[in-house]
């Protein structure tokens, strides 16, 4: 195959799932937010699982770099980045550079609503945090301590 061929295939391969994009995991509800952009339909949100995480853990939630980006969770050893399981390639970037900014380790904690389903890409950030360096692990709605209602939290 020549170069020419395979940037070809390339460029098709990345069109192709262009197109797809909004059809990439079509067993999760999508919803549309206040500002008219599609969203996967999650049971709570991001920052309620930051928080609880963050605070089990003596972290300072949203530490602010130099750069101004914000650290979701900063403990005394590392740069913690949180995203939901569809967002895992991303979260791997922004932990890398929170860990780069702070001169800690990068984290990544995966967000897992339907860890049966979505435990692969849990999987896919572990097996590339082992060739890279950095640490990860996972979260579930049980971390947030609520009800099944998800309305009513526990006394803890």
């Known amino acids: 195959m020549t170069h ?3 940037k070809i295939i390339i460029i098709s391969v990345c ?3 262009t197109g797809l994009g909004t059809q990439a995991y079509p067993q999760y509800e999508k919803e549309i937010c206040n500002l008219g952009w599609e969203h996967y339909k999650h ?3 991001e920052a309620e699982y930051q928080h ?3 605070l089990m853990n003596g972290g300072i939630e949203e530490y602010e770099n130099s750069d101004y980006t914000r650290v979701d969770c900063l403990t005394s050893t590392h740069a913690v980045e949180f995203d939901f399981w569809h967002k895992w390639a991303e979260g791997i970037g922004q932990a890398l550079h ?3 900014m702070t001169g800690k380790n990068p984290k990544v904690v995966l967000i897992l609503e339907h860890p049966k389903r979505q435990m692969c890409y849990y999987y896919r950030v572990k097996k590339l945090a082992k060739k890279y360096k950095f640490d990860v692990e996972y979260v579930t709605p049980e971390i947030l301590n609520v009800e099944n209602d998800s ?3 526990k006394e803890k």
């Open 15 to 17: 069109v192709l799932l």
């Open 43 to 45: 049971m709570h949100r």
């Open 151 to 153: 309305k009513c939290h």
């Open 52 to 54: 609880a995480w963050c």
């Open 98 to 100: 929170y860990g780069y």
């Open 4 to 6: 020419r061929e395979l």
